[in-house]
């Protein structure tokens, strides 16, 4: 950080959940003018969290927001991403509790997202609009690493989720396991897997499991990140959205509801909304602030 100059507020909230002790949690600084991408990074590797936001003034042109609008940066503890759904979500809860409930824009890396906070029920929930998704096909040979980077048997895979790689945001590798239980034995080669997702430009592994037409149990690994395992991934979530709805596994309005968190002692719930004729996948959760 420049010399002789303060070190910001650094702001510690969880994300998908309203108890302190489930979501995820993320590091939130309001006004990181001062901050070079360096001291960003320091921070978020002190934090330790699987990402930090770090606000600043919006590019011109999103000017003329009145004083709603923001740059926003995520880091893990070992590098920046291009954009993090909890952050996100947990940046909106704190602006929120400053200067009111309401919609506002972060100019983000991967595009414009907006965010719309409200209150519900005595808890602050934010609801975010991802950039337009994408879904390509993975390579066999990819698949195959993939698969052996988990130690999970292709026959644990469920045949009605085709593997794809989905990008809302950031790009995720999309695998169904057939069995809760398979999901549940998470215990994966972390260099292996890492290595893989640098050659892809993967932020997280996204593996799902589908409990009824409406319900998916999550987990993502994120060894890029340095984290072993991301507790809720709203980037991911919003990725799935469009996995899910691309392959016709869910119709063009509906609203799905991802458990995550729950293996880690941490659970949250993630809303995914899809609407027909909008390609923008919205995701919703609760957020609150920790100690």
Not at 147 to 159: G, K
Request: hydrophobic share 45%.
């Amino acid at each position: 950080m420049t010399t002789n100059v303060p070190r910001p507020e650094v702001l510690r909230y969880t994300a998908f959940s309203s108890a302190p002790d489930g979501g995820n949690l993320a590091g939130v600084v309001l006004d990181a003018a001062a901050l070079g991408d360096s001291d960003m990074l320091a921070i978020a590797a002190e934090l330790g969290y699987s990402e930090s936001a770090f606000l600043t003034a919006p590019p011109a042109a999103l000017g003329g927001q009145e004083g709603r609008a923001y740059s926003i940066r995520y880091f893990s503890p070992k590098a920046e991403v291009p954009f993090c759904g909890h952050a996100t979500v947990a940046a909106a809860v704190a602006l929120a509790e400053r200067i009111g409930p309401g919609e506002l824009l972060f100019a983000t890396r991967a595009g414009t997202v907006p965010v719309e906070v409200a209150e519900e029920s005595g808890a602050v929930r934010a609801t975010l609009t991802s950039v337009e998704p994408y879904i390509e096909e993975v390579a066999d040979a990819d698949l195959d690493e993939a698969l052996a980077a988990l130690d999970w048997p292709a026959a644990d895979l469920d045949p009605a989720f085709s593997p794809r790689i989905a990008f809302a945001g950031a790009r995720h590798l999309v695998l169904a396991a057939a069995t809760r239980a398979r999901l549940a034995d998470l215990a994966y080669d972390f260099p292996r897997l890492e290595a893989l997702m640098h050659r892809l430009d993967l932020t997280t592994v996204q593996l799902v499991w589908r409990e009824s037409a409406t319900v998916f149990h999550v987990r993502d690994p994120f060894p890029v990140g340095g984290v072993v395992e991301d507790p809720a991934t709203g980037a991911a979530a919003a990725a799935f959205g469009a996995y899910a709805r691309e392959l016709g596994l869910v119709p063009d309005d509906a609203v799905l509801f991802l458990h995550q968190g729950e293996d880690l002692g941490r659970p949250g719930e993630l809303t995914v909304t899809l609407r027909a004729g909008d390609q923008r996948v919205r995701v919703s959760g609760a957020g609150a602030r920790i100690g």
